[in-house]
């Protein structure tokens, strides 16, 4: 694919035009990622709220009622519904299962288990279990 950036600081909007011969999954993420202006999930540590940046979240939870947000260093609460969430979230993010969403950025490596699952472990050390039914999707986003 041919790109070409075209920089004017005296441009009063920012633009994007493609010329594609048919539009794809990759692309529509593309510029679902491009309309995104939030950038950030805000959560709850201790008595603080703060902003996540999406591209240090490494795995959120469902817990009952509980969201957990874990980063490299961290782990945050969350007050949205995981549904809310995963709607606002850049396309790094897949579910692993009902209650788990994961960064696939923040894989360190796939394990392949005797039953036909898949446990994925992060580089947090986290291990997620990809369900039966998304296991299909983490594939076709490792390009497996």
Same mark, same amino acid.
């Given at each position: 694919m041919l790109?070409?950036? @075209?920089?004017?600081?005296?441009?009063?909007t920012e633009k994007a035009e493609f010329w594609l011969q048919k539009m794809t999954e990759h692309i529509s $993420?593309?510029?679902?990622?491009?309309?995104? $202006?939030n950038q950030v999930l805000w959560c709850y540590s201790n008595n603080n709220v703060v902003p996540i940046n999406y591209s240090d979240i490494i795995a959120i939870h469902a817990d009952g009622?509980?969201?957990n947000v874990a980063t490299k260093n961290d782990s945050y609460q969350c007050k949205f519904r995981l549904v809310q969430i995963y709607n606002q979230l850049s396309s790094d993010f897949i579910e692993a299962s009902r $209650?788990?969403?994961?960064n696939?950025?923040?894989?360190? @490596?796939?394990?392949?288990? $005797?039953?036909?699952?898949?446990?994925?472990l992060m580089i947090n050390k986290q291990r997620v279990q990809i369900s039966r039914r998304k296991i299909k999707n983490l594939k076709e986003r490792l390009g497996l």
């Amino acid at each position: 694919m041919l790109i070409n950036f @075209h920089i004017n600081p005296e441009l009063k909007t920012e633009k994007a035009e493609f010329w594609l011969q048919k539009m794809t999954e990759h692309i529509s $993420d593309v510029t679902s990622q491009l309309n995104q $202006d939030n950038q950030v999930l805000w959560c709850y540590s201790n008595n603080n709220v703060v902003p996540i940046n999406y591209s240090d979240i490494i795995a959120i939870h469902a817990d009952g009622n509980a969201i957990n947000v874990a980063t490299k260093n961290d782990s945050y609460q969350c007050k949205f519904r995981l549904v809310q969430i995963y709607n606002q979230l850049s396309s790094d993010f897949i579910e692993a299962s009902r $209650d788990t969403i994961i960064n696939y950025k923040m894989i360190d @490596h796939l394990e392949l288990l $005797d039953n036909g699952k898949i446990d994925v472990l992060m580089i947090n050390k986290q291990r997620v279990q990809i369900s039966r039914r998304k296991i299909k999707n983490l594939k076709e986003r490792l390009g497996l």
